[in-house]
């Protein structure tokens, strides 16, 4: 076995889930697709997330102090590969996709797995990507769906 390690290599290994990270500061919306997410506290109920700076949705996250995590549903492939391949420094993703206000007036992205609803509260830096820690102010979840796993091939 190689002793190199790389992204693609850790992608096959771990089992992630496929996210939609959404924010909104005053007029503008981004979201993103994230597979780097995980619950880190039960007291208070704190949720990371991995982003980079250079992503879109990340400035909207710094400015506003508010984000959703929009856990995808087996069926929503075609979602994760809309928000992960294109950048939204461009372009709005959220032109013809349906969506609505969360709790926090972030958007929330319809018939998915679960979601998450958060406030901001501590960022860390961790190599090339940001650790965002939010706690959770409202959450929702369908029991009767799936989550769709990442798989980088679908992606790259």
């Known amino acids: 076995m190689s002793s190199i390690l790389t992204g693609k290599i850790l992608d096959s290994a ?3 889930g496929v996210s939609v ?3 909104l500061f005053g007029d503008k ?17 704190l ?8 992503r879109y949705t990340y400035s909207l996250i710094k400015k506003s102090s508010l984000f959703n995590i929009n856990i995808l549903a087996d069926n929503q492939l075609d979602l994760g590969q809309h928000f992960g391949l294109k950048s939204g420094h461009s372009l709005d993703k959220f032109k013809d ?6 709790k926090n007036t972030a958007p929330i992205i319809p018939h998915c797995k679960a979601y998450a609803e958060c406030r901001l509260i501590d960022t860390f830096k961790a190599g090339d990507h940001n ?26």
């Open 14 to 16: 771990i089992v992630n």
């Open 21 to 23: 990270v959404t924010s």
């Open 29 to 45: 919306k981004g979201g993103c697709a994230a597979s780097w997410f995980a619950q880190v506290s039960f007291a208070p109920v």
């Open 47 to 54: 949720i990371m997330v991995s982003l980079t700076e250079q």
């Open 97 to 102: 996709i349906t969506h609505s206000p969360g």
């Open 131 to 156: 650790l965002l820690i939010g706690e959770i102010t409202h959450f929702s979840e369908d029991t009767t769906k799936t989550a769709l796993l990442f798989k980088g091939v679908d992606y790259w």
